[in-house]
């Protein structure tokens, strides 16, 4: 896993901002690395260490990224905390299959295309023996 600890309003020891060295830096949808860490929301999930762009959130997943009325953000200790897609079952890979018309994230188009090559592997297996 690769590690940002480079962002900003990171203070070491203060418990908002302990888990961001363990974020992966890239982008879970689109696997890009962010320039500005402001452009990413980190989950807040303790188990987590998922990063979202707000590009991938806004267009293709049709996320609201407004603490305000986003369903995604709720209040611990009186901060706003973000729950990734992932983490509220709204995402392909958290599903077993997606059938939504809908650009999917990169992990998830990754694992069906290595089934379906295991699957013609198999077939041709078969086919030959």
């Known amino acids: 896993v690769d590690a940002d600890s480079e962002e900003e309003g990171d203070v070491p020891g203060n418990p908002s901002t302990m888990t961001s060295a363990n974020h992966n830096k890239y982008c879970h949808f689109c696997q890009h690395v962010k320039v500005r860490a402001s452009s990413m929301l980190a989950c807040e999930n303790a188990e987590c260490?998922?990063?979202f762009c707000e590009h991938c959130l806004l267009t293709h997943l049709h996320e609201d990224v407004d603490p305000d009325s986003s369903e995604a953000w709720s209040i611990r200790d009186g901060k706003a905390?973000?729950?990734?897609?992932?983490?509220?079952?709204?995402?392909?890979?958290?599903?077993?299959?997606?059938?939504?018309?809908?650009?999917?994230?990169?992990?998830?188009?990754?694992?069906?295309?290595?089934a379906e090559l295991a699957s013609k592997r198999m077939s041709a297996a078969t086919m030959a023996g």
């Open 81 to 114: 905390v973000w729950h990734c897609p992932i983490c509220r079952k709204r995402c392909c890979c958290s599903l077993g299959s997606c059938d939504v018309g809908h650009r999917h994230c990169k992990a998830y188009r990754y694992r069906r295309r290595r």
């Open 49 to 51: 260490c998922r990063r």
